[in-house]
């Protein structure tokens, strides 16, 4: 079968390679790959700055992003049948008690492996063998979107925690900045809107291309461009009680800081690169977080539960707003065309997938 493959830690190592498919034990199931997203991920990976190869393994099959249908299962397997669409989920956790307890996503020791990321082969080949308790059943009338589920899951965790931790008081949001309008930025904002927020999307792109500009309509968000409108003016005097920092930008988290209100929360859902200082007053800081009771909450991974709710959120979306979500797969790649120059372009497309039928 065919395998998008890269060698982790070498730079533009990334080919088709034709390996053998999977046999499936009797708690296990083997898919049949229809497509595979591609994100920012997959990029850095074949640039070599991170990576892992399975266990005596020269290569790393890539992709996290997927979207199948069971084509065989295993004796021991009660909860799916052949046929069934599935998507699967990304992290497998180690021993800790987080990890223990389904939240992969929140564990301990960092030794966790990531399905085409970090010690086990991804998605982007034409079958994968997994267990049943690591797929979630994609209903058929969000199956065209259901591809975007993994970025759609890092969004609702956002969304879910965010609500969460502001049970610690009376709170009727009203106002939200999401900064970034890439595939987890806009699907927050979308997420946000869907709660009944106010929501400005904040970006610093010259042009707004089809796809999300009817998002924009469609949906209802405001579209800000921070090259053409000063972010901090434009909300000098408002309560923003949601901000979510999606760029992974510094100088943007430098903006989230001036732009929190009272009783508010800044969700980062980004790593910030690079070596860039700011000369941020740290006492002010602690004295306006304190007496404003603001809160700082990191967003990564998400596990199985943040996929179920969000099929539901999905389908919410389908009812509400109609094939919205299918507007972000703006490219299309056979896996046979699959290459490396693909990986360059995805980072100016809203959603590139790799199609294996």
């Known amino acids: 079968m065919k395998a998008v493959v890269i060698e982790p830690l070498k730079e533009n190592t990334l080919h088709i390679e034709n390996v053998e498919i999977p046999e499936i034990k009797d708690d296990e ?212 009680d949601i901000i979510a920092e999606a760029t992974g930008n510094p100088i943007v988290f430098n903006e989230c800081l001036q732009l929190f209100g009272v009783n508010s929360v800044i969700a980062l859902l980004s790593v910030t690169g690079g070596n860039f200082k700011t000369d941020i007053d740290v006492a002010k800081l602690n004295y306006d977080m304190v007496l404003n009771n603001k809160l700082i909450v990191g967003v990564v991974n998400a596990n199985k539960s943040y996929f179920i709710s969000g099929i539901k959120d999905m389908q919410e979306i389908r009812d509400k707003y109609g094939d919205i979500l299918e507007k972000f797969i703006t490219r299309r790649v056979k896996v046979s065309d699959f290459n490396n120059s693909d990986l360059q372009k995805a980072n100016f497309e809203l959603k590139t997938v790799v199609e294996f039928e």
Not at 169 to 196: D, N, Q, R, Y
């Open 29 to 240: 199931v083997l898919v049949k790959v229809i497509r595979v997203g591609v994100c920012g991920t997959d990029k850095e990976i074949n640039e070599g700055l991170y990576g892992e190869a399975p266990q005596g393994s020269k290569f790393l099959i890539l992709g996290h992003e997927s979207f199948g249908k069971i084509e065989k299962i295993g004796a021991d397997v009660k909860d799916f049948k052949v046929g069934d669409m599935v998507v699967a989920t990304v992290r497998r956790g180690d021993d800790c008690i987080n990890c223990v307890a389904g939240e992969s996503d929140m564990c301990l020791t960092g030794n966790y492996k990531e399905r085409g990321i970090k010690g086990l082969n991804g998605y982007m080949s034409e079958y994968y063998v997994e267990k049943p308790e690591n797929l979630v059943h994609i209903p058929d009338n969000i199956k065209e979107e259901a591809v975007l589920l993994e970025p759609f899951t890092i969004a609702e965790k956002t969304v879910i925690q965010v609500f969460k931790i502001q049970q610690r008081m009376v709170w009727e949001p009203k106002t939200a900045i999401v900064f970034g309008t890439g595939p987890v930025g806009l699907l927050t904002s979308i997420l946000l809107k869907l709660k009944g927020l106010n929501v400005y999307a904040v970006d610093r792109t010259e042009h707004i291309d089809d796809a999300k500009a009817e998002i924009f309509k469609r949906i209802g968000i405001n579209h800000i461009n921070s090259k053409q409108e000063n972010v901090i003016d434009k909300f000098k005097g408002m309560q923003i």
